[in-house]
Protein backbone atom coordinates (compact mmCIF):
# COMPACT_ATOMS: atom_id res chain seq x y z
CA UNK A 1 0.00 0.00 0.00
CA UNK A 2 1.29 3.65 -1.29
CA UNK A 3 1.50 5.99 2.01
CA UNK A 4 0.50 9.35 1.85
CA UNK A 5 3.16 11.47 1.79
CA UNK A 6 1.95 14.40 3.47
CA UNK A 7 4.28 15.15 5.51
CA UNK A 8 7.23 14.23 3.96
CA UNK A 9 10.12 16.98 3.48
CA UNK A 10 11.14 16.04 0.40
CA UNK A 11 7.92 17.59 -0.79
CA UNK A 12 8.82 21.01 0.71
CA UNK A 13 12.08 21.37 -1.90
CA UNK A 14 12.07 24.36 -4.08
CA UNK A 15 12.36 24.20 -7.21
CA UNK A 16 16.46 23.82 -8.74
CA UNK A 17 17.20 22.53 -5.39
CA UNK A 18 20.90 21.60 -7.01
CA UNK A 19 21.57 25.38 -7.20
CA UNK A 20 20.01 26.39 -4.55
CA UNK A 21 22.05 24.05 -2.31
CA UNK A 22 25.22 25.15 -4.04
CA UNK A 23 24.10 28.80 -3.24
CA UNK A 24 23.46 27.86 0.23
CA UNK A 25 27.18 25.86 0.51
CA UNK A 26 28.90 28.47 -0.64
CA UNK A 27 27.10 31.04 1.76
CA UNK A 28 27.90 28.66 4.84
CA UNK A 29 31.78 28.10 3.26
CA UNK A 30 32.09 31.75 3.11
CA UNK A 31 31.21 32.49 6.51
CA UNK A 32 33.35 29.77 8.04
CA UNK A 33 30.48 27.90 8.81
CA UNK A 34 31.17 24.48 6.65
CA UNK A 35 34.71 23.13 5.97
CA UNK A 36 34.71 22.53 2.28
CA UNK A 37 37.06 19.79 3.17
CA UNK A 38 34.58 18.17 5.95
CA UNK A 39 32.06 18.42 3.24
CA UNK A 40 34.09 16.85 0.27
CA UNK A 41 35.11 13.70 3.16
CA UNK A 42 31.16 13.40 3.47
CA UNK A 43 30.57 13.30 -0.32
CA UNK A 44 33.54 10.83 -0.73
CA UNK A 45 32.79 8.61 1.73
CA UNK A 46 29.61 8.11 0.39
CA UNK A 47 30.71 7.90 -3.53
CA UNK A 48 33.39 5.26 -2.88
CA UNK A 49 33.51 3.96 1.07
CA UNK A 50 29.42 2.96 1.40
CA UNK A 51 27.70 0.90 -1.16
CA UNK A 52 25.78 -2.19 -1.68
CA UNK A 53 28.74 -4.36 -0.48
CA UNK A 54 27.32 -3.24 3.18
CA UNK A 55 23.91 -4.70 2.46
CA UNK A 56 25.06 -7.70 0.69
CA UNK A 57 27.37 -8.57 4.03
CA UNK A 58 24.11 -8.29 6.31
CA UNK A 59 21.98 -10.63 3.66
CA UNK A 60 25.08 -13.24 3.20
CA UNK A 61 25.44 -13.68 7.37
CA UNK A 62 21.62 -14.13 7.10
CA UNK A 63 21.86 -16.86 5.01
CA UNK A 64 24.56 -18.45 6.68
CA UNK A 65 23.36 -17.68 10.02
CA UNK A 66 19.71 -18.74 11.04
CA UNK A 67 19.54 -16.60 14.28
CA UNK A 68 20.76 -14.04 12.66
CA UNK A 69 18.69 -13.89 9.67
CA UNK A 70 16.10 -13.75 12.77
CA UNK A 71 17.29 -11.37 14.04
CA UNK A 72 17.98 -9.31 11.27
CA UNK A 73 14.06 -9.53 10.40
CA UNK A 74 12.55 -8.92 13.64
CA UNK A 75 15.26 -6.34 15.75
CA UNK A 76 16.90 -4.87 12.51
CA UNK A 77 17.38 -1.47 14.38
CA UNK A 78 19.24 -2.90 16.78
CA UNK A 79 21.42 -5.30 14.53
CA UNK A 80 21.88 -2.08 12.70
CA UNK A 81 22.97 -0.32 15.79
CA UNK A 82 25.54 -3.05 16.63
CA UNK A 83 26.98 -2.54 13.17
CA UNK A 84 27.04 0.96 13.16
CA UNK A 85 24.86 1.54 9.93
CA UNK A 86 22.25 2.83 11.49
CA UNK A 87 21.68 6.68 11.41
CA UNK A 88 21.87 9.03 8.49
CA UNK A 89 19.19 7.70 6.49
CA UNK A 90 19.51 4.50 7.98
CA UNK A 91 17.37 4.40 10.72
CA UNK A 92 14.06 2.25 10.96
CA UNK A 93 14.88 0.01 8.62
CA UNK A 94 12.68 -2.73 7.46
CA UNK A 95 13.97 -5.57 6.19
CA UNK A 96 11.26 -7.78 3.76
CA UNK A 97 12.44 -11.34 3.17
CA UNK A 98 11.74 -12.85 -0.43
CA UNK A 99 10.05 -16.41 -0.23
CA UNK A 100 8.97 -18.94 -2.58
CA UNK A 101 5.52 -17.34 -3.02
CA UNK A 102 6.25 -13.91 -2.42
CA UNK A 103 8.51 -11.69 -4.13
CA UNK A 104 9.88 -7.89 -2.66
CA UNK A 105 10.21 -4.75 -4.54
CA UNK A 106 10.89 -0.94 -3.22
CA UNK A 107 10.56 2.19 -4.38
CA UNK A 108 9.64 5.62 -2.98
CA UNK A 109 6.77 6.80 -5.17
CA UNK A 110 7.29 10.73 -3.90
CA UNK A 111 11.30 11.35 -4.30
CA UNK A 112 14.01 9.12 -3.81
CA UNK A 113 14.12 7.70 -0.03
CA UNK A 114 16.33 4.86 0.28
CA UNK A 115 18.78 3.02 2.66
CA UNK A 116 21.67 4.53 2.27
CA UNK A 117 24.35 3.05 4.76
CA UNK A 118 23.37 0.03 3.60
CA UNK A 119 23.79 0.54 -0.24
CA UNK A 120 25.59 3.58 -0.94
CA UNK A 121 23.95 6.05 -3.34
CA UNK A 122 20.79 5.18 -5.17
CA UNK A 123 20.76 4.36 -8.35
CA UNK A 124 19.71 6.76 -11.18
CA UNK A 125 16.48 4.68 -12.33
CA UNK A 126 15.23 4.66 -9.01
CA UNK A 127 14.96 8.13 -8.85
CA UNK A 128 13.22 7.93 -12.32
CA UNK A 129 9.52 9.29 -12.12
CA UNK A 130 9.06 6.32 -14.36
CA UNK A 131 9.98 4.06 -11.90
CA UNK A 132 8.59 5.88 -9.28
CA UNK A 133 4.90 5.51 -10.88
CA UNK A 134 5.02 2.78 -12.48
CA UNK A 135 6.28 0.17 -9.43
CA UNK A 136 3.51 0.45 -7.57
CA UNK A 137 1.16 0.05 -10.22
CA UNK A 138 2.35 -2.37 -12.72
CA UNK A 139 5.63 -3.95 -10.63
CA UNK A 140 5.37 -6.67 -12.75
CA UNK A 141 6.13 -5.08 -15.84
CA UNK A 142 8.48 -3.29 -14.50
CA UNK A 143 10.43 -6.37 -12.92
CA UNK A 144 10.39 -8.02 -16.86
CA UNK A 145 11.98 -4.87 -18.05
CA UNK A 146 14.64 -5.64 -15.42
CA UNK A 147 14.76 -9.11 -17.13
CA UNK A 148 13.03 -10.20 -14.13
CA UNK A 149 10.05 -12.15 -15.26
CA UNK A 150 8.43 -14.07 -11.98
CA UNK A 151 5.87 -16.78 -12.20
CA UNK A 152 2.31 -15.84 -12.17
CA UNK A 153 1.91 -17.54 -8.93
CA UNK A 154 3.82 -15.38 -7.19
CA UNK A 155 2.96 -12.22 -5.31
CA UNK A 156 4.56 -9.25 -5.53
CA UNK A 157 4.85 -7.26 -2.41
CA UNK A 158 6.01 -3.04 -3.21
CA UNK A 159 7.18 -1.01 -0.11
CA UNK A 160 6.69 2.56 -0.69
CA UNK A 161 9.60 4.28 1.71
CA UNK A 162 8.96 6.86 3.65
CA UNK A 163 11.31 9.55 5.35
CA UNK A 164 10.70 7.35 8.57
CA UNK A 165 11.14 3.50 7.18
CA UNK A 166 13.43 2.50 4.49
CA UNK A 167 13.30 -1.16 3.16
CA UNK A 168 15.93 -3.70 2.90
CA UNK A 169 15.27 -6.85 0.37
CA UNK A 170 16.53 -9.78 1.65
CA UNK A 171 16.79 -11.99 -2.03
CA UNK A 172 16.76 -15.73 -1.42
CA UNK A 173 19.94 -17.21 -1.51
CA UNK A 174 20.08 -19.73 -4.49
CA UNK A 175 20.27 -23.33 -4.50
CA UNK A 176 23.87 -23.18 -6.69
CA UNK A 177 25.02 -21.35 -3.27
CA UNK A 178 24.25 -23.20 -0.70
CA UNK A 179 27.10 -24.12 1.11
CA UNK A 180 29.51 -21.34 0.41
CA UNK A 181 31.25 -18.87 2.68
CA UNK A 182 29.92 -16.05 3.99
CA UNK A 183 32.27 -14.09 1.83
CA UNK A 184 31.56 -15.79 -1.03
CA UNK A 185 27.63 -15.45 -0.52
CA UNK A 186 28.28 -12.02 -0.32
CA UNK A 187 29.97 -11.99 -3.86
CA UNK A 188 26.16 -13.29 -5.50
CA UNK A 189 24.48 -10.46 -3.72
CA UNK A 190 23.58 -7.44 -6.13
CA UNK A 191 22.35 -4.65 -5.23
CA UNK A 192 18.91 -4.40 -7.52
CA UNK A 193 18.19 -7.90 -5.83
CA UNK A 194 18.06 -5.96 -2.33
CA UNK A 195 15.82 -3.42 -4.04
CA UNK A 196 14.19 -6.42 -5.07
CA UNK A 197 14.67 -5.10 -8.80
CA UNK A 198 16.78 -8.15 -9.68
CA UNK A 199 17.74 -11.41 -8.14
CA UNK A 200 21.25 -12.93 -6.65
CA UNK A 201 23.32 -13.48 -9.46
CA UNK A 202 26.55 -16.06 -9.93
CA UNK A 203 29.60 -14.00 -9.20
CA UNK A 204 31.11 -15.92 -12.82
CA UNK A 205 27.90 -14.90 -14.68
CA UNK A 206 27.82 -11.43 -13.22
CA UNK A 207 31.47 -11.09 -14.55
CA UNK A 208 30.81 -12.48 -17.61
CA UNK A 209 28.18 -9.61 -18.30
CA UNK A 210 29.89 -6.55 -17.20
CA UNK A 211 32.96 -7.88 -19.82
CA UNK A 212 30.08 -8.14 -22.15
FE1 LIG B 1 11.62 9.78 -0.68
Known sequence: MPHEHHDHPHSLLPPEPELRVKAL?????????????????IIDTYQH???????????????????????LLNDTDTVLD???????QGEHVVVVENT?????????????????PLLGIPPGWYKSDNYRRRAVREPRAVLAEFGLT???????????????????????CPEQATNLSEDELAQWVTRD???????????????MQIEG
Open 100 to 116: ADTHNLVVCTLCSCYPW
Open 25 to 41: ETILVEKGLVDPEALQL
Open 82 to 88: EAELAGR
Open 49 to 71: KIGPQIGARLVARAWADARFKDR
Open 150 to 172: LPETTRIRVWDSTAEIRYLVLPQ
Open 193 to 207: SMIGAGLPICPADSN
